[in-house]
């Protein structure tokens, strides 16, 4: 615990971790416009006359339903806030190494795995803190919007509260994957400049992969999609089972997974590596 509350201190101390949440502000604000406005749009859509076949029809009727845009519009910010969140882990790492205190933490804690827990643990927190501030906007903000587009606040659903829940598993897990990430590129600027580009452009880029190459192969194929981190999020916070796509627990599992190799990987790979 200690170890811990030293970790959350080094993250206090600096002015990266409220740097990081202006711009986590800034970004879930625009998330929310965004998500209004595409709910705006959507809700005039009927896809009876859009020309899709019928399981793309029943996806957007799905997604219509009140639940659907609810869930979506109280978890605003994901996308861009587990990827500060997932920075702010990797720079608790690697600011051991630009500071060039890497050493002396390591001798006062020989047992480098506690440490790694520790940054771990602590990271987390503050993922979760993250979490916390976006969704109290959320649930502020939102039953306005929902009253706009006449569905209601929609806060007796059980969906929409398990679709807010898992957004903050979300954030814990990308906080994990970040600290993981920190450990493999040790340089701060090369892991922040590295972990947005691949986050980004991954992800926009692993879509359009799905997307072309779905109707070639299989409906089966679009499935595969779970295995990208963010999208494997995204499909964590859907308010209900969206016809056509894995249920919410697989997304769940992949994004476990991916925090347990990472910080698995990360603990062994410092407890072998030579700090200097």
Do not use: C
């Not at 709910?39 to 219509?64: K, Y």
């Not at 790694?116 to 993922?127: E, P, Q, R, T, V």
Request: glycine share 10%; net charge neutral; aromatic share 12%.
């Amino acid at each position: 615990m200690n170890l811990v509350k030293a970790e959350l201190f080094k993250i206090r101390s600096t002015s990266t971790w409220w740097i990081f949440g202006l711009i986590s502000l800034a970004l879930w604000a625009l998330a929310l416009l965004a998500n209004w406005a595409s709910s705006n749009f959507t809700a005039d859509v009927d896809p009876a006359e859009q020309g899709l076949t019928g399981d793309e029809a029943e996806q957007v009727r799905v997604a219509q339903a009140a639940v659907n845009v609810a869930a979506n519009l109280y978890t605003s910010g994901q996308f861009f806030g587990v990827l500060m969140v997932m920075l702010l882990g990797a720079i608790v790492v690697t600011n051991e190494f630009f500071h060039l205190t890497a050493t002396t933490t390591f001798l006062v804690t020989p047992r480098r795995e506690q440490v790694i827990f520790a940054k771990l643990a602590a990271s987390a927190l503050f993922g979760v803190g993250f979490w916390l501030v976006t969704t109290l906007l959320n649930l502020l903000f939102v039953p306005f919007i929902l009253n706009s587009l006449d569905v209601g606040p929609q806060l007796g659903e059980p969906a929409v509260w398990r679709a807010i829940g898992l957004n903050a598993l979300a954030y814990a897990l990308w906080a994990i994957l970040g600290v993981g990430a920190g450990v493999l590129i040790r340089s701060q600027i090369g892991a922040t400049i590295a972990l947005s580009t691949i986050y980004v452009i991954g992800t926009f880029g692993a879509s359009t992969f799905f997307l072309l190459l779905t109707p070639r192969i299989g409906e089966w194929f679009s499935k595969l999609q779970v295995l990208v981190p963010p999208l494997a999020s995204q499909l964590m916070i859907s308010g209900t089972e969206l016809p056509g796509n894995p249920p919410r627990w697989v997304g769940a599992v992949v994004l476990i997974g991916y925090a347990v190799l990472a910080g698995g990987l990360g603990t062994w790979i410092m407890k072998r590596r030579d700090i200097t």
